[in-house]
């Protein structure tokens, strides 16, 4: 079946960097679009970042352009979220998610029938 897991989430100062990690299996991953949501206490999932694996170019929500990147190792068929910059507003858990598709509307989180477990990232001022 279908498993996305999650690793490389912590606590880190503001301005410092982490990087996030979903190793996937159980699908075809050549021809995903894979994506990162984040969720804060109290709010709803958010859109992070996107990519499709038959490519190498990203998509982000305009709060982490310029400090996050998303990319993928098709060997391992893992992607990774590397966060530089972090601010304290980037405190969430995070979650991987994937769809048999494009990326078209990839910030839906509807859109998406497969999560993995999330990793918590924690930012402190």
């Known amino acids: 079946q279908v498993q996305l897991v999650e690793s490389g989430g912590g606590s880190v100062q503001a301005g410092g960097s982490l990087r996030l990690s979903c190793a996937a299996s159980g699908f075809t991953y050549s021809t995903n679009c894979m994506a990162w949501f984040r969720q804060a206490t109290g709010k709803e999932r958010e859109a992070v970042a996107a990519i499709y694996t038959g490519s190498i170019g990203g998509y982000y929500v305009d709060s982490v352009k310029g400090r996050f990147t998303i990319f993928q190792d098709k060997a391992n068929n893992t992607v990774y979220l590397q966060m530089n910059s972090l601010k304290p507003e980037d405190t969430a858990m995070y979650y991987c998610?994937?769809?048999?598709?494009?990326?078209?509307?990839?910030?839906?989180?509807?859109?998406?029938?497969?999560w993995g477990q999330g990793t918590q990232v924690t930012v402190s001022s």
């Open positions: 998610a994937a769809r048999p598709s494009g990326c078209v509307w990839w910030s839906r989180s509807t859109q998406f029938a497969a």
